[in-house]
């Protein structure tokens, strides 16, 4: 085995379930899943996820996790769902009970949501690697690469706390932060080329609807042999996941048998009736479905006019197709302006695929189909045949694509979400200026502008992997400088960005954030080489020098270059990432 040997670690840390995937670059590349997730029955299910749950005594103590965890358990505190608590910046975060239920938790553990997703994660970690040692023998011969995937929605916050949360549960500090509709595509192209099913110049839209988020993306096929697709237009994405029929369905559950009473229902009623919504209903119920709806509620009162009769509770046809079509049609909406913004750039859309959990419903199939046909009669929906599985199997090949030369990778190109460029001083124009931006610049003689900005790269451009953007620019010093400053002259510089559709163009505005900054020097020898200029009774030297954006696949390096060599690096996560 080469010592280059990497052994890939695909990781989907879902809202409902989570799951790993992993394969090695020696061999043929398969790519395997962890199944084998404990239960309390003893054995291990054949299943190819483990829910994303985990319980504490009062004392903050992790009493268990996936599995394990059951809503009807006497368990001091349980946590679902908390992967939606890393991003407070959705009107989401304190509108659902259960939410808030999470919310008052934490505040009595004393733990953040940081905190109980990295707890979670150190269970689901530790498990993984005793898994892979049962499979590979020593890991030690292998070169650990770990790929964990985030909705493409999240704020850069979310994303940041996802990070810390699993390097804290112990996986690599190296491991990379991929979106999850990207690596899904991965997994639905690999599947679509074997099948022969696809063209050059066919543009299709991935729509991943997970339990918390549907993130959509889209992309055209440049080649086939071997397969190269680029993104054609910039994704989209909401909170619209299967969750929120959970919380839809409660909700009319809750109205319909009246609050009171609701709420004097047994922890372990509620919680059996979540479980027959969750396992039964939801993910059987389908357009013009002929069977009987119903759940059970243990402890309800009967109530025959309105279908509760020996503690089981009639769900006509009508109510849950209400239910759904609540949020279906958040997510046709997202579909239908993927597909208009590929008709726009003058492409042909052949097919939207669904992947994620979610993506498996029927209603929601059909949901999509119906509303496309007339909108777009040539475009035909799919459902991944292994959708639950695409965002995880997607990381490894993601993992695995990175270890290719750039010129032989799947994903050629990339859409930018956000705007990114430095700021600069331009001379002073009171018709373009603002008057709190002047300042008398010495080394020139006249008034300038201070923090203008300069965008690099923009919102809806492309990224090239392996480009570099390059942002020139001089600075004044003194020529007088001594030696007693020290023999290098320093200097710092920021790296902006925004998600405004249009980036302002001063720095001073709220939509424009820091992202990374640079320090850096020059050797004070090597500017006293350069030309004088006076200006104020002073000599003064001009220093030009670049900084610089190289474009890379899941992060940026904003770095400075001066006089043709690299003076200094840093290396940043896109903000999507």
């Known amino acids: 085995m080469s010592d280059a040997t990497k052994l890939i670690i695909g990781i989907d840390f879902g809202t409902t379930f989570s799951a790993a995937s992993w394969a090695t670059t020696a061999g043929r590349r398969d790519v395997k899943m962890v199944n084998d997730w404990p239960t309390p029955h003893g054995k291990n299910l054949n299943d190819d996820q483990v829910p994303s749950a985990i319980a504490y005594d009062r004392d903050g103590v992790v009493t268990k996790w996936g599995y394990h965890v059951r809503d009807q358990d006497s368990d001091a505190f349980q946590f679902r769902w908390m992967k939606i608590l890393l991003d407070p910046s959705h009107k989401y975060y304190k509108e659902a009970p259960r939410m808030m239920e999470m919310i008052a938790a934490l505040a009595t553990l004393g733990k953040s949501a ?61 491991l990379q932060l991929v979106t999850e509709p990207e690596t899904a595509a991965l997994a639905v192209l690999k599947d679509k080329s074997e099948e022969d099913t696809i063209d050059v110049g066919d ?89 009987k709806l119903t759940v059970e509620l243990s402890g309800i009162a009967d109530n025959e006019e309105d279908g509760i009769e020996d503690e089981t509770i009639i769900i006509q046809y009508h109510t849950m197709q209400e239910i759904f079509d609540s949020i279906c049609i958040k997510i046709q909406a997202l579909v239908a302006k993927q597909l208009s913004a590929i008709g726009q750039k003058g492409l042909r859309a052949r097919m939207v695929v669904l992947v994620g959990g979610f993506g498996e419903s029927k209603y929601l199939y059909h949901f999509l189909d119906a509303a496309n046909k007339n909108a777009h009669p040539d475009v035909r929906v799919l459902q991944d045949p292994r959708a639950m599985s695409a965002v995880c199997r997607g990381a490894t090949l993601w993992g695995l694509d990175q270890t290719q030369p750039t010129i032989s990778r799947s994903i050629t190109s990339r859409i930018s979400r956000h705007s990114y460029g430095i700021s600069y001083c331009y001379p002073f124009d009171s018709s373009v200026h603002d008057e709190a931006d002047k300042y008398f610049n010495e080394s020139k003689g006249e008034y300038y502008a201070e ?47 925004s998600e405004a559709e249009t980036p302002p163009s001063r720095r001073k505005d709220p939509a424009v954030k820091e992202l990374a900054t640079a320090l850096y ?52 996560a896109y903000p999507e990432n």
């Not at 993306?217 to 080649?223: A, D, N």
């Not at 942002?471 to 030696?483: F, L, M």
């Not at 904003?558 to 690299?566: D, E, I, K, P, V």
């Open 203 to 291: 543009a299709f839209v991935i729509c991943d609807a997970g339990g918390g988020t549907v993130d959509l993306i889209s992309y055209v096929v440049e080649g086939l042999q071997p397969l190269r697709v680029k993104e054609c237009v910039m994704g989209d994405g909401g909170l619209c996941g299967a969750i929120f029929l959970d919380e839809e369905f409660e909700r009319h559950i809750r109205i319909r048998v009246g609050r009171v009473q609701y709420e004097k229902l047994s922890k372990r009623a509620k919680a059996n009736m979540r479980w027959d919504f969750d396992r039964g209903l939801k993910r059987s119920f389908e357009k013009g479905a002929r069977f």
């Open 521 to 572: 020097s020059i050797p004070i020898k090597d500017i006293r080489t350069l030309s004088k200029y006076s200006s104020g009774g002073k000599e003064w030297h001009d220093v030009g020098y670049s900084r610089d954006i190289l474009c890379g696949a899941a992060r940026l390096q904003f770095r400075a270059m001066y006089q043709g060599r690299l003076i200094q690096a840093t290396d940043v």
């Open 114 to 174: 940081e905190d109980v997703v990295s707890d979670f994660l150190k269970c689901f970690w530790e498990h993984t690697l005793k898994t892979l040692q049962r499979k590979h023998e020593e890991l030690t011969q292998y070169t650990l690469q770990v790929v964990l995937t985030v909705p493409a929605v999240w704020s850069p916050s979310a994303k940041d706390k996802t990070l810390k949360a699993a390097i804290k549960a112990g996986m690599p500090e190296d």
């Open 451 to 497: 923090g203008q900005m300069k965008w690099l790269l923009k919102r809806g451009e492309e990224i090239v992997e392996g480009q570099v953007l390059r942002g020139y620019t001089s600075a004044p010093v003194q020529a007088d400088i001594d030696d007693s400053y020290g023999p290098e002259w320093f200097t710092w510089d920021t790296l902006l960005c």
